[in-house]
């Protein structure tokens, strides 16, 4: 198809200069002794007929060979391996501004309206005539968009795989509807293949409710929540029975999955951010909305009764800037007024899903229970709108925005901890065929030399804004890299896997603390690209870490900040509170000042 063929393959990055880079990255984060150790080590590993050359010359190979030559390996290393739960853990969460409805009948209007969106998207999916995107001239890989759909996560004992059930024609027809832990099957196409309209799709949504009160019924959903291995075997067990299967398969071939949440507790309006937050990425709890979550798949997308709304996707499958056409999409779409006159066709019974559960189960459903809500008590989260500027005031400093944000969560971590740490930054790849991400990382030295200096009296106004300019500009010079495949993270990545793959020792370069403690993200960042007030949030990649996300709108900023109880050291609240410090004490710099009038 035309995606593919005008994007270009994903390049090897020459291999001395990855060690180099390497090196650089290295020195803000380690002593100069443990550096010159890890020095040695690293050019041992790049000498010439050494083993970086081999391994780098058999990830030339496989590029040749390959549609990607990382991208399999990274959803396998990074996602499909990892046994940690996806809820909290994996799936990043969006939630958006609350829509004008207060009570059940506008949620299930809502709803119709938002469930006709992205089945007007697929469509556009389907017969080719998604726009193709580009970024700086360039176009981009469209190849994630049909995978959005009737695509699912399923659990293994030792790594997970992901099924696509998802064809432009005679693909599943129905999505799943989840409410009071009950699932159902909504069909959302007419026989003749045509989407069913917002009112055709509304009536059906008032059936579902119909049959859905408010029972003792378990809440299948909280399974999917489990920690990975755990999930492989409790899905085995469930699977066994056929009833239980006919419904899973169905949850899993549905093109989306829709979540009408029920309400939840009044709560403080400065507080109420982060709190449906909390409800998009998990539920809430086991007594709240989590068991109307089915956490394998990849598009969820939570409705509640207040107006708030947002959705949670499943990350081996879906990115970032894909997910955000498929919303600015939808937002364009409900601005249009429901034109469509409803056939008087009579529809079908949507198809309540059944599930047999026989004293097993309901114990691994007793532990998923147990574990999620010490999951859910564990996280520690705060969103906040930074409301003194936004994109446009950076821009006049003739800065970039997101570097310059980077530059104020460094130091708002240094302030906190005294010291700063491993960051990543997510670049899309999305300008080469099958291309996922690469990490932007810092502290770099610039930026540490610029927070170093900034709470410092004995630097000069000056000197400060002159290392904050140096700051922002190698953070911008790091993100054209990665972006153009140069980055180092996933190219380290790859030559290790090549080695595993050969069967070799894991060499030193691997092995060594460096290596750890340069890929032992504490600060795990995103930026969302979308162009409405939209909050993501996901939890910290290390226990001892954070993540911060961050929407920038012209005069204003969201943020997200997430923590975990557990770590002693670590307080959402308090790097949240200091990160809106440090950026008003960046925009208070008298020099900053002059540099804008």
């Known amino acids: 198809s035309r995606a593919h063929s005008s994007v270009p393959p994903q390049p090897v990055p020459p291999l001395l200069q990855t060690l180099q880079r390497y090196l650089t990255a290295l020195e803000p984060l380690l002593p100069p002794d443990e550096l010159q150790h890890t020095r040695k080590i690293v050019q041992k590993f790049g000498c010439p007929g050494g083993l970086g050359e081999k391994l780098q010359r058999e990830l030339i190979k496989r590029a040749k060979h390959s549609h990607n030559w990382i991208s399999d390996w990274w959803v396998q290393w990074a996602y499909l391996e990892c046994r940690q739960p996806l809820a909290v853990h994996s799936n990043p969460a969006i939630s958006l501004p609350n829509r004008d409805f207060t009570d059940w009948r506008g949620q299930l209007v809502f709803a119709s309206k938002l469930i006709a969106g992205v089945l007007d998207f697929k469509a556009q999916v389907d017969s080719g005539k998604l726009a193709l995107e580009y970024m700086r001239g360039q176009p981009l890989c469209m190849e994630l968009f049909p995978q959005l759909f009737s695509s699912c996560r399923i659990p293994g004992p030792k790594h997970d795989h992901v099924v696509h059930y998802g064809r432009p024609r005679r693909g599943p027809a129905h999505i799943t509807v989840v409410r009071n832990y009950q699932f159902f099957q909504l069909d959302v196409y007419n026989s003749d293949g045509t989407p069913l309209t917002e009112s055709q799709i509304h009536a059906q949504l008032l059936r579902i409710r119909s049959q859905s009160w408010k029972t003792d019924k378990q809440p299948m959903g909280i399974l999917t929540s489990e920690h990975r291995h755990t999930w492989g075997q409790a899905y085995t067990r469930l699977l066994r029975d056929k009833i239980n299967k006919e419904s ?94 409803a056939p008087l066709i009579p529809l079908p019974m949507p198809k309540k899903l059944y599930f047999y559960i026989n004293s097993e189960i309901k114990w691994d459903l007793e532990m998923a229970k147990q574990n999620l809500d010490i999951l859910i008590n564990d996280l520690d989260i705060k969103c906040f709108n930074f409301q003194h500027f936004g994109k446009e005031f950076v821009k006049q400093l003739k800065l970039s925005p997101n570097s310059f944000i980077q530059v104020a969560i460094q130091l708002a971590y240094y302030r906190v901890h005294s010291e700063v740490c491993a960051a990543c930054d997510i670049a899309s790849l999305r300008m080469f065929r099958g291309g996922r991400t690469d990490y932007i990382r810092s502290p770099t030295n610039q930026m540490l030399s610029f927070i170093r200096a900034f709470d410092d009296d004995a630097v000069s106004r000056e000197a400060k804004v002159q290392l904050l300019r140096e700051a922002v500009d190698a953070y911008s010079i790091l993100t054209e890299q990665s ?57 910290p990649l290390a226990p001892d870490g954070y993540a911060v996300c961050y929407n920038p709108q012209q005069d204003h900023v969201h943020f997200s900040v997430t923590a975990f109880n557990c770590c002693e050291e670590t307080n959402a609240e308090k790097l949240a509170l200091t990160l809106e410090r440090s950026l008003r004490d960046l925009q208070d710099h008298p020099q900053v000042k002059l540099l804008v009038s």
């Open 248 to 341: 899973v398969r169905l949850i899993e071939k549905s093109i989306f999955t829709l979540c009408l949440d029920s309400p939840v507790m009044r709560i403080s309006d400065e507080k109420y951010s982060s709190r449906m937050a909390a409800q998009i990425l998990h539920g809430g709890g086991t007594f709240s909305n989590s068991g109307n979550r089915w956490f394998d798949k990849t598009l969820q997308f939570v409705v509640g009764e207040d107006g708030s709304w947002g959705l949670l996707y499943e990350h081996a499958t879906a990115e970032g800037p894909p997910i955000s056409t498929l919303l600015d999409h939808v937002l364009e779409y409900c601005k249009k007024p429901d034109r469509v006159r």
């Open 483 to 539: 972006l153009m495949g140069q980055g180092i993270d996933r190219h380290l990545l790859g030559l290790k896997l090549q080695a595993i793959e050969e069967g070799l020792s894991l060499p030193r370069i691997f092995m060594d603390t460096a290596y750890g403690l340069a890929t032992h993200w504490k600060l795990r960042t995103g930026q969302v690209p979308t162009n409405t007030d939209s909050v993501m949030c996901f939890g």
